[in-house]
């Protein structure tokens, strides 16, 4: 009996593990089985490089909301890259102990707010000011504005742990050499923990480039390469979401490429992230 | 111009301290903002009422309430058992072979990947090939695979961290494989693995763009899982974009900031609960 019940929750503990793995892998193969007709019929290079997208003609190329999504994601790093990393120095060496424990809750909790609200925020408060600047308010630089706040979580927790991770004698070595503590810092410390910081850079990107619904409710959605930061823009995520359910043929096929394309995207910042951080663990 | 070192330094410590601020500002603006304008709307009549929906502002959240709920548990069902079951069976059973490693470096990336994605995913699995058209079911589905490669994660992880020598104590004992994960490996990982469930819940509430696609957005009060509904989530979106009711879109957003403040003091609390109980037995 005791024999029976092991075997059979081993094959339980089997069927589970592999079904979630098939199920996983499905989504990938699906998404590449539905996008391929249009990287056929359209050509892999027309279809990113194409400038125009028109449903009626049948006409689809993305370049738009690529750039569009990029032009985002850099003002957005611009933005909370030197900002994450300061709060991460701060937090792992310069904050007394009543501030960390302020900040960190604080960081914890910028987390956990969904995108909506922050696209509700964006859309109440920044797009009325972003407007007295010129255009309509709906823009890029609202997006990006709102981004910086969304991905400065991921920044600071891995950045943080990279700084923390590096072997203290660097640390002491410096300051017995006579440095101060900030030459240390960025002479020492910071080069040390570089591959760390690159990597939470690098996932703060995915992160931003796969941001949905906040960059729907503030960016505009126009389709139009974007040239100054007060335009509206799409993203390939905002295309996904507000075309997909009245997509038929070609229209659907093309779609689901622009999801392989931003699969790519993804892939290729998770494998470089994934590189950085075996790098700082040796 | 060459700053001496004690004035860069002093400029270094403005700068984190300032990023820091940065940090704490951005939360308390969006918190504040939400509830000082939101605060007023919620009552018992906005509680205890359906959304009229469409481009009409009017009415309360009760099926957006009921939706989310319905979400949240149908999503937990079906990704909790298979999550964990994957994670116990790469912890414990899977070795470290060419398949396993491919297997977690899908987990890994998928875990990665755009909610819009499985959104597209979701759609043309569930809502078009299976034939369950825009409900709440097809929603939960799809949020189950986005879920699911973090429950995975968390799961192995917290089981990995469990000390070989509980294992080979009871396997010592005369345990079989399966007594020793149920009966010692499962309680010591429990922490860990609550922790990744209320990680899934959290998750489940904030999401949108997956659900924004599969859900179908009805305000209707809906009875079974087969019926088209919406979330808080994509409640808040809907009143955003589609009508001038914003103090009941801020309103929503006050809701699901107090549910995300709870679900992170109950993770706090769990884990800090489970760290005393463990450190009292082991």
């Not at chain 1, 004698?169 to 910081?197: C, D, F, N």
């Not at chain 2, 509830?35 to 099926?63: H, K, N, Y």
């Not at chain 2, 010592?172 to 209320?198: D, E, N, Y």
């Amino acid at each position: 009996m005791r024999q029976f019940s092991d075997s059979a929750w081993k094959q339980v503990i089997l069927v589970c593990g592999a079904s979630s793995i098939v199920i996983l892998l499905l989504i990938i193969i699906f998404t590449l089985r539905e996008g391929l007709p249009a990287f056929t019929e359209i050509g892999f290079f027309k279809f990113i490089s194409g400038t125009t997208w028109k449903v009626a003609n049948d006409d689809y190329g993305i370049l738009s909301f690529i750039v569009g999504s990029i032009y985002v994601t850099a003002l957005a790093l611009v933005m909370s890259v030197p900002l994450g990393v300061f709060c991460a120095i701060f937090l792992a060496e310069v904050a007394p102990n009543w501030m960390r424990q302020i900040v960190r809750p604080a960081v914890e909790l910028l987390v956990g707010i969904p995108s909506v609200v922050y696209g509700l925020v964006g859309l109440l408060l920044l797009v009325p000011q972003i407007s007295k600047l010129g255009g309509s308010g709906d823009s890029i630089l609202a997006a990006a504005i709102v981004l910086t706040v969304m991905v400065l979580p991921t920044i600071i927790s891995v950045s943080e742990d990279s700084i923390r991770s590096v072997p203290r004698v660097y640390k002491e070595g410096s300051l017995a050499l006579g440095a101060t503590q900030w030459q240390t810092i960025w002479h020492v410390m910071l080069p040390a923990a570089r591959s760390g910081i690159l990597a939470a850079v690098v996932l703060g990107m995915g992160r931003a480039i796969g941001e949905t619904m906040a960059m729907i409710m503030v960016i505009g959605n126009s389709i139009k390469i974007p040239v100054s930061p007060l335009d509206p823009a799409r993203t390939m995520t905002g295309s996904l979401a507000l075309e997909i359910n009245y997509a038929t043929g070609l229209h659907w096929n093309a779609l689901f490429a622009c999801g392989v394309v931003l699969l790519i995207f993804i892939l290729a910042l998770n494998s470089i992230a994934m590189v950085l951080r075996g790098r700082t663990q040796q | 111009m060459r700053l001496s070192p004690p004035v860069t330094q002093k400029m270094a410590w403005a700068a984190c301290w300032a990023a820091a601020f940065f940090a704490i500002a951005a939360l308390l603006t969006i918190i504040i903002y939400v509830f000082a304008r939101g605060v007023g709307e919620i009552g018992w009549a906005f509680l205890s009422t359906d959304p009229i929906g469409g481009l009409s502002g009017q009415g309360g959240i009760r099926s957006a309430i009921v939706g989310t709920i319905y979400i949240v548990v149908l999503t937990l069902a079906m990704a909790a058992p298979l999550g964990i079951g994957a994670g116990i069976y790469l912890a414990e059973y899977a070795g470290d072979n060419w398949f396993t490693r491919i297997v977690r470096w899908v987990i890994e990336t998928l875990a990665g990947v755009p909610s819009i994605v499985f959104g597209l995913f979701g759609f043309a699995l569930f809502v078009i090939a299976l034939n369950l058209s825009f409900c709440i079911l097809a929603g939960a589905l799809t949020l189950a695979c986005l879920v699911l490669p973090t429950i995975i994660r968390t799961t192995e992880e917290a089981i990995k961290a469990v000390p070989q020598g509980h294992r080979e104590g009871s396997l010592a004992l005369g345990a079989t494989k399966w007594q020793t994960i149920r009966h010692v490996v499962l309680p010591a990982a429990m922490p860990g693995i609550v922790t990744a469930i209320i990680l899934a819940i959290g998750r489940s509430v904030e999401e949108t763009a997956c659900l924004y696609v599969t859900m179908g957005g009805s305000a209707n009060m809906p009875i079974t899982p087969l019926d088209n509904g919406r979330t808080l989530s994509l409640h808040l979106f809907y009143l955003a974009m589609n009508t001038n009711a914003m103090e009941k879109a801020l309103a929503t957003g006050v809701m699901l900031i107090i549910i995300i403040v709870i679900i992170n003091a109950i993770t706090r609390w769990l884990s800090s609960r489970w760290m005393i109980r463990m450190q009292g037995r082991v």
